[in-house]
């Protein structure tokens, strides 16, 4: 049996394969953020056939001043769940697993959509090419007590929807990949961008905070912009120190992505360009590890798990464009 054929268990969670779908923005979400019919289809569409091991949604708002675009999915209101609840079915009918992908936009976030005064971690400009001119206001203690319990409550939403984990998002440039990088952490307190431990404080508070309501047994994974690829940016060994106090902290899963580059690598276009910092990462660390990063070829994928790069592949602009890929990758190992 090829490696990406091997089954894995993440908690009670069995994966029947190593082929992840990652978090990919749709925008097919209602101006309110509620599931749509045409959403559900995508997901029944993408997960057809079972042969994906695990699906993990979009990146959805844990409230509403942590909206990042028009057309997201929100988790921010009990509300949500009935139409979560139908997504979540949508991909179940398929023998296929699926995470919730849960994430506050931070200073990314537009006062046009969202209505409220960005936040982040300091008032200094977010260096992502979509960011506006107005600087966010730095977050008091009563603004992060209170995302921490919105990303908490948006946890226990995803566990009452059915979905068989959740996905703390800490990459791209949204809220945690701004407290983690010394680019946009100015902070001069407790989290404080002049130290490791400052920058990953509010990881491990909402990772304590999400463990709490969500129990032992439920699969907790976090998404991390590994390396900002920037001068002055998050780098690998930010990120292999951060993982080991994510392990220890209740983390299941990690999964690999860029900071504030993105989800690309500059410079760089060979299949898993991502993998010196899952290899890294993977070899600090006892819970499994997810690349991804310009994958499109199933010998690319199955190469990349025989070399220890990761412990699961994510392809996702492939299957994006593609929803018959996973069928005929998974078919062509057997």
């Keep these: 049996m090829s490696i990406i054929n091997k089954p894995m268990r993440i908690k009670n969670t069995e994966l029947r394969n190593r082929l992840v779908m990652p978090p990919m923005a749709t925008a097919k979400a209602e101006n309110d953020g509620k599931v749509t019919e045409q959403l559900c289809n995508y997901y029944a569409e993408k997960s057809n056939g079972g042969y994906i091991g695990l699906i993990i949604t979009e990146h959805s708002y844990i409230s509403p001043e942590g909206k990042a675009s028009k057309g997201q999915l929100s988790i921010s209101d009990d509300d949500d769940i009935a139409g979560l609840k139908k997504l979540v079915s949508a991909v179940h009918q398929n023998n296929t697993k699926v995470m919730a992908q849960i994430n506050h936009a931070g200073g990314a976030a537009i006062q046009e959509i969202t209505g409220h005064e960005p936040l982040s971690a300091s008032s200094v400009k977010i260096p992502r090419p979509t960011a506006t001119e107005i600087l966010p206001r730095e977050m008091d203690s009563k603004d992060i007590e209170k995302v921490i319990g919105d990303f908490a409550r948006a946890a226990s939403r995803a566990k009452e929807a059915g979905f068989d984990g959740v996905e703390i998002h800490s990459a791209h440039g949204y809220l945690l990949n701004q407290f983690f990088s010394p680019l946009t952490n100015k902070r001069d307190d407790e989290y404080a961008g002049t130290s490791i431990y400052g920058r990953i404080k509010l990881h491990m508070e909402i990772i304590n905070a999400v463990r709490k309501v969500v129990g032992n047994d439920y699969p907790v994974a976090l998404r991390l912009g590994a390396c900002d690829y920037m001068d002055g940016?998050?780098?690998?060994?930010?990120?292999?120190?951060?993982?080991?106090?994510?392990?220890?902290?209740?983390?299941?899963?990690?999964?690999?992505?860029?900071?504030?580059?993105?989800?690309?690598?500059?410079?760089?276009?060979?299949?898993?360009?991502?993998?010196?910092?899952?290899?890294?990462?993977?070899?600090?660390?006892?819970?499994?590890?997810?690349?991804t990063g310009g994958i499109v070829d199933i010998g690319a994928a199955e190469a990349l798990l025989n070399n220890n790069k990761a412990d699961l592949i994510g392809v996702g602009r492939a299957i994006l464009k593609d929803s018959e890929w996973a069928r005929r990758a998974i078919s062509s190992l057997k």
């Design 233 to 291: 940016g998050s780098t690998l060994n930010d990120s292999v120190f951060a993982a080991k106090e994510f392990e220890r902290a209740g983390i299941d899963l990690l999964d690999i992505s860029g900071g504030f580059c993105g989800y690309v690598r500059p410079g760089v276009k060979e299949q898993g360009y991502f993998g010196e910092l899952t290899e890294a990462i993977k070899n600090n660390v006892t819970i499994p590890v997810i690349l």
